[in-house]
Nanobody, 125 residues
Framework: QVTLVESGGRSVQAGDSLGLSCSAS?????????MGWFRQAPGKEREFVAA????????YYADSVKGRFTISRDNAKNILYLQMNGLKSEDTGVYFC?????????????????WGQGTQVSVSS
């Protein structure tokens, strides 16, 4: 069993920075080779944000956040991070972290088997 818990979401203003964290726990976490962040706004499809290969550190980003967001992880502590800079109103949504057992497809949520509960990020202009 693997449990993912996000934290750090809050209401901010456009242009602000915000960091999110996702803590992973459970004896089978070592079987998951990639972690990702997704977000979902009301009435919208769940959208890929970023992903990282757990051991190698390869990073992948959606075009909409490239240059503004940075994904990282602490292997020793099993924590995934998302640093968001220059936030825009369109970044508003519930942010989810997720884990995948494959690494060749990063942006499709169907390949992620474990999901956190989500944390709300609201950006006001």
């Amino acid at each position: 069993q693997v449990t993912l818990v996000e934290s750090g979401g809050r209401s901010v203003q456009a242009g602000d920075s915000l960091g999110l964290s996702c803590s992973a726990s459970g004896p089978t976490f070592k079987h998951y080779v990639m972690m990702g962040w997704f977000r979902q706004a009301p009435g919208k499809e769940r959208e890929f944000v970023a992903a990282i290969i757990w051991h190698g550190g390869n990073q992948y980003y959606a075009d909409s956040v490239k240059g503004r967001f940075t994904i990282s992880r602490d292997n020793a502590k099993n924590i995934l991070y998302l640093q968001m800079n220059g936030l825009k109103s369109e970044d508003t949504g519930v942010y989810f972290c997720a884990a995948s057992r494959i690494q060749h497809i990063q942006n499709d949520p169907e390949w992620y088997g474990i999901w956190g509960q989500g944390t709300q990020v609201s950006v006001s202009s």
